[in-house]
């Protein structure tokens, strides 16, 4: 594998990112990689180097820049690093600040040789979930497939509740969710769910019965390792499909 640390230049100053692709020559397609709510770690790195063992170029970016180098032990934690995850999270939920982020991004990324020219794909777990939506709802062109795993807060009050944006997606979307998460309630899925219907988006949403939130991850208490794998299988075909 090629792998780098990197950081890319973003009207807000400089974004630290992880980078990476197979080592063989070639161009490979381009996916974005939306953190969760616990941010930049070890963790995110691992799951990139298998999305990118598989045939692809990966940027993580770490979305929390705007207020530092923010990192967490997450075996440690605790009520008063969880208040701060969610000060980061409060933070980090702007669609503007996640539009600019993944331009800057996406432009890094043209300039890169390993990355392959055209179509974009996007994962984003958790907080993660709503920046694949706003990422291709703002860059139609480009974003080919989003996808969004125990994604949060896809249907809120707000203007830029992710739902009022699906009518402006071009890409293909898959959305997976924990059947027991309390995060992503039913009725949300539900509205969701018809919103992509209403707006004609090609999607998929599975609810993976009895699992909770965080069930992707091998190093929480909740990862689920059947249902990951069907995960990896639907992103795996997914991005086949589109890019």
Same mark, same amino acid.
């Given at each position: 594998?090629?792998?780098?640390?990197?950081?890319?230049?973003?009207?807000?100053?400089?974004?630290?990112?992880?980078?990476?692709?197979?080592?063989? *020559?070639? @161009?490979?397609?381009?996916?974005?990689?939306?953190?969760?709510?616990?941010?930049?770690?070890? @963790?995110?790195?691992?799951?990139?180097?298998?999305?990118?063992?598989?045939?692809?170029?990966?940027?993580?970016?770490? =979305?929390?820049?705007?207020?530092?180098?923010?990192?967490? /032990?997450?075996?440690?934690?605790?009520?008063?690093?969880?208040?701060?995850?969610?000060?980061?999270?409060?933070?980090?939920?702007?669609? @503007?600040?996640?539009?600019? /982020?993944?331009?800057?991004?996406?432009?890094?990324?043209?300039? =890169?040789? #390993?990355?392959?020219?055209?179509? &974009?794909?996007?994962?984003?777990?958790?907080?993660?979930?709503?920046?694949? $939506?706003? !990422?291709?709802?703002?860059?139609?062109?480009?974003?080919?497939?989003?996808?969004?795993?125990? !994604?949060?807060?896809? &249907?809120?009050?707000?203007? #830029?509740?992710?739902?009022?944006?699906?009518?402006?997606? #071009?890409?293909?979307?898959?959305?997976?969710?924990?059947? /027991? /998460?309390?995060?992503?309630?039913? *009725? $949300?899925? @539900?509205?969701?769910?018809?919103?992509?219907?209403?707006?004609?988006?090609?999607?998929?949403?599975? &609810?993976?019965?009895?699992?909770?939130?965080?069930?992707?991850?091998?190093?929480?208490?909740?990862? !689920?390792?059947?249902?990951? *794998?069907? &995960?990896?299988?639907?992103?795996?075909?997914?991005?086949?499909? $589109?890019?």
């Amino acid at each position: 594998m090629f792998e780098q640390d990197v950081s890319i230049s973003t009207r807000h100053g400089r974004m630290p990112a992880f980078t990476v692709s197979p080592s063989a *020559e070639g @161009e490979w397609p381009l996916i974005l990689f939306y953190m969760d709510a616990p941010g930049f770690r070890d @963790e995110l790195k691992h799951i990139a180097r298998r999305i990118a063992k598989a045939g692809y170029a990966v940027v993580l970016p770490d =979305l929390y820049y705007r207020i530092g180098t923010v990192r967490f /032990d997450l075996p440690r934690r605790e009520e008063t690093m969880s208040a701060v995850v969610r000060a980061c999270v409060q933070h980090a939920m702007n669609r @503007e600040q996640i539009i600019d /982020d993944t331009g800057a991004a996406i432009a890094f990324a043209d300039g =890169l040789s #390993q990355v392959k020219p055209g179509p &974009v794909g996007c994962v984003g777990y958790c907080m993660g979930g709503p920046f694949v $939506t706003w !990422a291709a709802a703002a860059y139609p062109d480009r974003i080919k497939s989003a996808a969004g795993l125990y !994604a949060v807060r896809l &249907v809120n009050e707000l203007e #830029q509740s992710p739902h009022l944006w699906v009518g402006k997606v #071009q890409a293909e979307m898959y959305f997976g969710f924990g059947g /027991d /998460d309390p995060a992503s309630p039913p *009725e $949300t899925i @539900e509205i969701f769910t018809k919103a992509m219907e209403d707006a004609g988006v090609t999607h998929q949403v599975e &609810v993976h019965e009895g699992c909770k939130h965080g069930f992707c991850f091998p190093e929480r208490g909740a990862y !689920a390792p059947v249902a990951t *794998e069907l &995960v990896w299988k639907r992103l795996f075909d997914l991005w086949s499909r $589109t890019l």
